[in-house]
Nanobody
Framework: QVQLVESGGGLVQAGDSLTLSCAASGRTFMRYAMGWFRRAPGKEREFVSVLSWNGRTTNVADFVKGRFTITRGGTVNTVYLQMNSLKPEDTAVYYC??????????????????WGQGTQVTVSS
């Protein structure tokens, strides 16, 4: 498994931007595709985005298409989630996760082997 630590959450206003970071350590980072999930109060955890191990393939949930972008930090063991045009309904705890399904397609939480502790994002109206 790989150890993951998220950062970058906070309180913002609707329309603002925020970038989340996920730092990975442990086993070889490049063996994994990296994803972001979120859990809003009273709701189930839901898929947000995933990036393949080589950074060439992404999968993005419909509700964030055109607003959120996932990227990897080159040789640095970090993955980012750039969030633009934030809405109050984006308020949630955001989790970084790693999966050995490396092609960047899987959206199922059960396919992910390692999880971070989460970072809170709150968007006020």
């Amino acid at each position: 498994q790989v150890q993951l630590v998220e950062s970058g959450g906070g309180l913002v206003q609707a329309g603002d931007s925020l970038t989340l970071s996920c730092a990975a350590s442990g086993r070889t980072f490049m063996r994994y595709a990296m994803g972001w999930f979120r859990r809003a109060p009273g709701k189930e955890r839901e898929f947000v985005s995933v990036l393949s191990w080589n950074g060439r393939t992404t999968n993005v949930a419909d509700f964030v298409k055109g607003r959120f972008t996932i990227t990897r930090g080159g040789t640095v063991n970090t993955v980012y989630l750039q969030m633009n045009s934030l809405k109050p309904e984006d308020t949630a705890v955001y989790y970084c996760a790693a999966t050995t399904v490396r092609d960047g397609t899987t959206t199922a939480p059960s396919d992910y082997d390692s999880w971070g502790q989460g970072t809170q994002v709150t968007v006020s109206s």
